[in-house]
Structures are given as structure tokens and as C-alpha cells.
């Protein structure tokens, strides 16, 4: 359950979930994702707490994980989601807007 919804007073937001705690990741300078290089082209990802990492990958010990800062994720997946500096700027905007509504 890394990316979820979930539901704060009356409103859902979407979050991401640590894979190994179960706790939501409220800062991504403070968490990692992790992923296994395979012959595939797409992978399964884990998100976790830096302080949450070394004890999932000792509990996965049979995987080797490549991993990388959440916050590197978020500026990656915003690049290839076709997400420009202005595109950023007017959604956040508009989601502004919606959260008053
Ligand atoms: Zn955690």
C-alpha cells in the first residue's frame, strides 16, 4: 500500500504509506524508495522511512534493492509525467482552489 488515500476529517488526500512500519511517509526528504533491478522492464517499488529502511531490507534479505531518496522520486515522476514549472505552478493553484471548496 506505498501510494493511498486517506481519508483526514472530511476530505481524502493521498499519501504514501511506509512498507515497513505502515505509517504514512509526511516528509519526503526522510524516505527512500527501493526497487529490484530484474529482466523486466517495470518493477514493483517499496517506499520507507530511512529509519525504517535497514530493517526491511534485513527482513527481505534474499532481494538486493537499488534505492534512491523519495524527494528524487517526486522530481522524476513529476519530469516524465509531463509536468513543466508552469504546469506545477497552475495545479497547485487549482488545488488550492479545490481544498477550499
Ligand atoms: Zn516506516
Redesign the pocket.
Known sequence: MPITLIKDKKYMRPVFV?D??R?E?DDASSANYLWQNGKDNITEIKY??K??TVAYEKKSRERVYDMMELNHFLVYLLNNSGMTEEKIRMARESAKYLSQL
Do not use: Q
Request: aromatic share 0%; hydrophobic share 20%; proline share 0%.
Open positions: 511506509c515497513d512500519c505509517e511517509i520507507l522511512h529509519k525504517c
